[in-house]
């Protein structure tokens, strides 16, 4: 069976600084991962995905994404924070085959 | 592009009652998804449609949890009796592709709360 695990529940980071928030998965074959976001009372938005080719991938809002084959991670990285990046983020992935399974969402706190 | 339309947005009913959620997804999206999230988890995928009919409902607890999606456009998702831990958002989503890579729009969801 598949699964995405985000193993930190909260991240805090200081305005301005870099932050990366983890992602690993377990995906038989060749893994499509995603990157959501959600912000309080609102739908998750799509922020960026692997499907193949560059293992860096870029996406809304300046995030983006590295695809790690061998240490099956998928971190979403960005090089300075924003007050307003604050919210809940979660990784998802599957393969061609599957239904998309989430992780457990991890909350980004960005202090001013 | 107008997005994923749901309704009601909150919904307060007791354990043993029915009720039904509403969506209507992005014009022109043949595949709807409803996902049910727990405070505090990830969403779970409860049933896939593919137009008006189901790709994929094994997570769904087909004794108590019905879904159609009649003309291939809205859909309703019902839950009769409801119980304590169906306590949830409960989240309608849309691609315009069929496939798993494709990325996903979804609604603000309807919380449900069971007394």
């Known amino acids: 069976a598949q699964s995405v695990a985000q193993p930190e529940d909260q991240v805090n980071v200081a305005e301005g600084n870099p932050l990366t928030v983890k992602c690993t998965y377990s995906?038989?074959?060749?893994?499509?991962l995603f990157w959501y976001v959600q912000y309080p009372n609102r739908g998750l938005q799509f922020l960026l995905k692997?499907?193949?080719?560059?293992?860096l991938v870029k996406g809304s809002y300046g995030f983006e994404a590295e695809f790690n084959k061998s240490q099956t991670s998928f971190h979403l990285k960005k090089p300075s924070a924003l007050v307003s990046d604050s919210a809940l983020y979660f990784c998802?992935?599957?393969?061609?085959?599957?239904?998309?399974?989430f992780g457990g969402g991890t909350r980004l706190m960005v202090k001013p | 592009e107008a997005g994923v339309a749901q309704s009601p947005r909150y919904k307060i009913i007791e354990k043993r009652q029915s009720v039904a959620f509403w969506c209507n997804p992005i014009?022109?999206?043949?595949?709807l998804y409803w996902y049910q999230q727990i405070l505090g988890q990830g969403p779970k995928l409860l049933i896939q449609?593919?137009?008006?009919?189901?790709?994929?409902d094994s997570q769904l607890p087909k004794d108590r949890f019905s879904a159609e999606r009649l003309k291939g456009v809205d859909s309703t998702l019902k839950i009769q009796p409801a119980k304590l831990e169906d306590s949830a958002v409960y989240l309608c989503?849309?691609?315009?592709?069929?496939?798993?890579?494709?990325?996903?729009?979804f609604g603000q969801g309807t919380r449900l709360t069971v007394v």
């Open positions: 692997y499907i193949t080719g560059d293992n």
């Open positions: 998802a992935g599957s393969n061609a085959g599957n239904m998309l399974t």
């Open positions: 014009s022109g999206h043949a595949t």
């Open positions: 995906v038989s074959g060749n893994p499509y």
């Open positions: 989503a849309s691609t315009k592709l069929f496939g798993q890579h494709t990325e996903a729009f």
């Open positions: 449609f593919q137009n008006n009919g189901v790709v994929d």
